[in-house]
């Protein structure tokens, strides 16, 4: 008797990774320093699933066709809204805005090609840098989500919201190359 995918540990943990991103995103933009740290906690817990989901789909043997579209979409949704909230808090400054632009273009950029390229042939793996990209992006915010709690984070958060933006263009290229001789129909037969 086959499992319903939406019951499968690994699906629940990624569906409740993306119903935490409403209660996270409140509390970061409530303005208050003791429900920011609650707002930390919960991130901290919400990032760390999507290492968890992974690890027990491939421990447990679970993977389904929802949890590889789910789970991508968990960070994007999770990375995405946290930008949002965190530059409506003023928590990001002008010069964030170079590397969160970065990450958001490259996601967007990235999940359209991965759509278009779904009724061909083409695909495109997900590489250990872009699993890197996704674990600096969410070290990153979790950073600057800590910089009104732990004063003097400034500086460290720029350095790995700056270096995830560097790798998310990087991995954003990669994909790009890797799908130009079918987007440029130089690889179609």
Avoid: C
């Avoid at 003791?34 to 699933?49: D, E, F, H, Q, T």
């Avoid at 490259?106 to 359209?112: A, H, K």
């Amino acid at each position: 008797m086959a499992t319903n995918p939406l019951f499968l540990v690994p699906n629940l943990i990624t569906i409740a990774r993306i119903l935490a991103i409403l209660p996270i995103t409140y509390l970061v933009m409530h303005g208050d320093i003791g429900l920011r740290i609650v707002a930390l906690v919960l991130y901290v817990l919400a990032a760390a699933s999507d290492w968890l989901d992974g690890y027990l789909a491939r421990a447990w043997n679970q993977y389904s066709d929802l949890g590889r579209m789910l789970d991508p979409i968990a960070d994007k949704l999770l990375v995405g809204i946290l930008i949002a909230a965190l530059a409506w808090d003023g928590s990001l400054s002008g010069w964030d805005m170079i590397p969160v632009v970065a990450i958001l273009f490259r996601e967007f950029f990235v999940s359209g090609l991965r759509e278009f390229l779904g009724n061909t042939a083409v695909v495109l793996p997900v590489s250990k840098l872009a699993k890197w990209k996704t674990t600096l992006q969410l070290l990153a915010l979790g950073i600057i989500l800590a910089e009104r709690i732990v004063p003097g984070f400034g500086l460290i958060s720029d350095l790995v919201l700056w270096t995830a933006g560097l790798i998310t263009l990087w991995t954003g290229w990669q994909y790009l190359r890797a799908s130009w001789p079918h987007l440029s129909g130089i690889g179609k037969t």
